[in-house]
Each structure stands twice: as structure tokens, then as C-alpha cells.
């Protein structure tokens, strides 16, 4: 960046500000109005960014990277979910200060509702980048400031947050905005490679330099060739909004039969196909697969040349097995769940898995899967939360010949149909609209399918499980979640425990580390322990995303930590350590009692614990000899004669105060 303005160009912006005023108008603002500060509690704060956890963990190497180009320009990268509640900030220190005077910070609202016309609040109401200038801010007390911002969309389009940067008027930088939305757009492209690792992505643009750059477009195709999604770039080539697009075939997009484009693109992997758009513009092309296909059901139709291993991949797929043995590690809640499970398994009674996000209820669902008579046939997940309420019908009930516009050719079967045999996993079940769930209890009851678009019934055969983080008797008093649909549904109910609440910590670090070392090729530089430190650290952490936090944050360190003995805390994710400072300990539930307490542990329960100094003494003995262990737990109770509860009681003793 080499040129400075002082003030942004007007041009096409005039009107953009002007309705945004009339907005804040209608919502009671006054331009004299003080700003309000007051964030959201920190604990509100984490479970946000919990809830948008996907959003967050694609944009801080992002806002870290664009941080960097704007360093001393008095000026802060803000990251904001769908409402423009900022989730995360980075900025120069003494910029950051004056924010603050604003309550430019995370846990505030920028909404236009709450702050009238401002780039965050703005951008997100016209689902545009917009840059808003010193005295265009609405607020007087926002004068100060100078914004651009650019709203971020999910892989099917919808604004999931926005991306901002913010300073002071005098630091105008024309450019900003236009770094601003190539850091939204990098932000998109990985949520867009994430969602669709399992599927066919295809890169492509007219010009051939383009490939792999921020300007390519990007297409997902199911295993039967059909469009899944596309990016901002590919709809811009296309010509035509994502909702006219959905589902149709690969040849009505690129000229061309998905299965030869396959087989080209897998005879010269790399190498660039040439395809012509509905438009009759060529385009350069490079078609990507996952090693895995998207749909079991479609197998061989989508099945790659082996990148990896044999070795590697039969490691692999050892390690991604899920069966009871590998969710029994020793918390006598899980243990209780899977006796209730195990004596449903060869029978089709339906299951209910409840708990908190992240606790494993799709896992339960595929050890129960795999544990069946019907392990053989197709284990099949739908996240009723992550589709769009249009494609949620298409993708599970499938649809005709068709039934969408230019989907000339082949119909799908859908998710039901492929699931045919086998389990079919209904994840987040209350978040299924109304119509759905009518459609989805009429197939419970009458055991076939009506494709969209179709007359004939197709019969299944299927296991359901569903599973909600939701109070589903709540949705039905709301007549949000049908009655009768919670009947069938229900046959056996477990409820999964939080991360926090289970005694088994160490044990699920042992076992999540040991899958981890299976998957990489040079598994032996990998640690297979944690010190003793990070073990503390965890047993006193609250773990808002449970399992998936936990395993995320370990998937991080043990790569940071490659070539070392153990991960120390050194090797933690910043954002990780900072959410477990021992200040921001909230009331957490009691980590359950093992299945056999002993006297040692009876006497050392937290209410009869001695004075502090003698709490201090054993606390401080049990963390030596840990580390004397290496962290192992039951070296470390064994050597000190407690039962190994007791030492992690002791641990969280210790760390919480
Ligand atoms: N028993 C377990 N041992 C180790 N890791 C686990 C276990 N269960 C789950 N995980 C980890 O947690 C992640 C999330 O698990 P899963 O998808 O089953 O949770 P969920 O409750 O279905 O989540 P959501 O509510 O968000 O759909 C898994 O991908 C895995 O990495």
C-alpha cells in the first residue's frame, strides 16, 4: 500500500448511506445517543463464538494475515457473526484503547438496530462491502472512525458474519476495502473446500492463470454428478444465482458427462480440463476428489486413484472405525449410556441421542451403526442444521427427472434412499422445518419414499437415529417440533455428558492422540503424550464445544509440537489458553464419580477438603509426581496410593483456585 486519500470516493455510496440513515431513524436511534457498553458476559461471549465456531476457526489466520498488512495504520480487523455481534478483534494497541471508548470490542452489537449506520451494521443489512467514512457514521460518538466491511457467506450463500477493519478517519486508506473483501473471499473459499472435502469441487475460469487464485470459480458435485454449491465466482460465470442452479446435472453446467470428466481428470491428475459453460464461454478447469467418496451408497462412481498408502489408508481406516470399545474410556455416564444402547443394538427401535454440541452423538451413532446387523450396508448422516430448508427436501427424500428447472436428466435417490439397509443419522433433528418433518413422519410410518417430483414410492428399509442439541419437548409446546413425529423418534433416549462433566479426561487425551498419530505418515515424530501442565490446564477447562473442542485443539498442538517428547504448553493454541485463564472459571457440574469410589476418594471429596496450606501441600506433591511420570495419571496414583479420581480431583483443585 503506497497511496493514501482522505477521504473514500463518494461515487455509488451517497444512497447506500443515505438509506441507511433512514434506517436508523425507524429504529428510534438519536445521532446524539452515547454509545452502549455493555458486551455480552464473557461466558455469553464464548458460547457465541462456540455457536459459530466454523466461521471463527476459517477467519483468525485470516484477520491475523490482513492484521499484518495494515500494522501501525491505527486500525483493528473485527470479525462479527450474522447479527454484527463482534466475535473476535486484533488490532494496534493504542487504537484498540480508543475502540474501546466506542465499544469497538467483542461481545458488543454493531447492528445498525443498535449503532444506526456504521460498516459493520450496514454492510450486513444490504449483504454488501461498504465502507463508512468519519461523519457518515451515524452516532456522533463513531465519528471518530473509519470503517470498511465486508459480509461473509456460508457455502450456500447465506451471510454467516462479516469481516471489518476499523480506524481512525485520519488513517483513510483507499485500499482497505478491497483487502477487506479478498480476506472475506479467502474466508468463503475455505469454508467452501471445508464443507465439500467429501465432494467433487471443481476450479475454473476463463482464464487459465486464474486457477487456484481468489478469482476462480469453485463448483461441489455430489457422487451422482449434481451441483451441491458454488462460489461467489463460479455463480458470477455462471450467470445465475445459486437457487437456479441447485442440483443440476454436471452436463447442463460444463457441457460435458460428469463420469468423463471424472475419468480425464483422474488420467492426469493436475492437469487442466477444458469445458464450455451453459453460455458458450470455455473455461479452464481442474476437477478435485476426496479420498473418500461422499456418498457410500455411490461408491464406485466416485472412488479415486489411491493417493496415499495402503499402509497409510488401512491405518486410517482402522482408526476411523467407531465401535463401543472406543467410547468406553472409563466415565461411568458414557458407560451408562452404552449399556442402554448395546441392549437396543439388533433391534430397529429408533434412537434419540441428546447433548450439547460436540459431545459425540454422531459418533454414538456409528458405533451403534457398526455394532448392528446392518454394518454392511450404508451409514448415512444428515446435519438437518446445515442445509438450507430448499435443499434439505432434495437431499432427503431425493426428487424425479426434472423436478428442479434444468435438471434435465438423472433425478437423485436421496439420503433416505442410499441409506437403504443401513443407519440413517438425523443430526440436529429440531432444526428440520415444519413441512419436512411432516414428509419425514409419513416415511417413518409408511416405510417408502415419494421422491420431489415423483408418484412412485420407493421402499426403505432404515435405522433412524436423530440427534438434538435442543429441547424438543419446549419446540413442541411452541409448535416449532411435531408431536408425533418426538413419538417415533424417541424409542430409546440417552443423554450424552458434557466434556466437563466426564472423569475420563485423561483417558479420551490418551486415546484422541493415539487416532491422531495413526492418520499421519510420520507418525513417530508425533508426541503421544501431554505434560503434565497442559493436563492441568485441561482439567480445569469448562470445554464449551466438548469432544470436538478437545480434539481440535489437540489436532492443532500435536502438529505445532512434531519432533517433541510430549505437548507442552507451549505448543496450546493462544485462543485455547486464553479461554482457560483460572479468572474466567465459571460454576461448572461436578465430574461424575467413577463406577467405584474408594475410601480415599470418599475422604477426599471436595467438601471435607483440610485447611488451604494442607490443600496446597498434596496438590503440589500430586503435580511432582505427575510430572516425575510424564503425566501418566495411573503412575502417578499408584506411586502415591489414591485411587485415580483422586489425583484428578486434586488436579482441578489446584487449577481452579
Ligand atoms: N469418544 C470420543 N473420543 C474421542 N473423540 C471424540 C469422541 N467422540 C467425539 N469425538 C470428537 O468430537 C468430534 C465431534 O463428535 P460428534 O460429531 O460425534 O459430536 P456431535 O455431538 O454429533 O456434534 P454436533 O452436535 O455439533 O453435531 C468428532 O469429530 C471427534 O473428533
Redesign the pocket.
Known sequence: MTQRSVTPPAAGRADVIAQAHARSREFGLRASEAPDFHPLERLALRDLVECNRSLYAHALPVMETLHAQIVDTQSMVLLTDSNGVILHSLGDSDFVEKAKRVALCPGVSWAESDRGTNAIGTALADSQPTVVHGGEHFLQANRILTCSCAPIADPYGRTIGALDVSGDTRGFHKHTLALVRMSAQIIENHLFANQFAEAVRVRFHARSEFIGTLFEGLAAFGADGTLLSANRSALFQFGRPLDALLAQPFEALFGTAFPAALQQASRAPGECLTLVLPSGVRVVARAEYAARPMFSADAGSTRTPAQSSAALQAARARAAA?TFA??D?GDAQ?AAVLQRVAKVRGRDIPLL?L????????????AMHEESPRRDAPFVAV?C?SLPDTLIEAELFGYEDGAFTGAKKRGSAGKIVQADGGTLFL??IGDMPLAQQVRLMRVLQERSVVPLGGTRAIPVDVRIVC???RNLRAMIEEGTFREDLYYRINGLVVT?PALAARSDLPV?VE??LA?LRSEEPDSARMPARVSADVLAIFMRCRWPG???????VLRTAVIMAEGADEIGVEHLPDDFLHDCEPEREPERPERSEPPHADAAQAEDSPAMLRPARMEEWQATLIEQTLARNNGNISAAARELGLARNTVYRYMRMRTTH
Request: no cysteine; net charge positive; aromatic share 2%.
Open positions: 467407531v472406543t467410547l474410556t458414557m441421542v447433548g450439547k454440541t460436540g459431545t459425540g452423538k454422531e459418533w454414538l451413532a456409528r446435519n442444521a443430526d440436529e440427534a438434538t442439541h450424552l479420551l486415546r484422541i487416532r466438548n469432544l470436538r473442542q478437545l480434539a481440535n
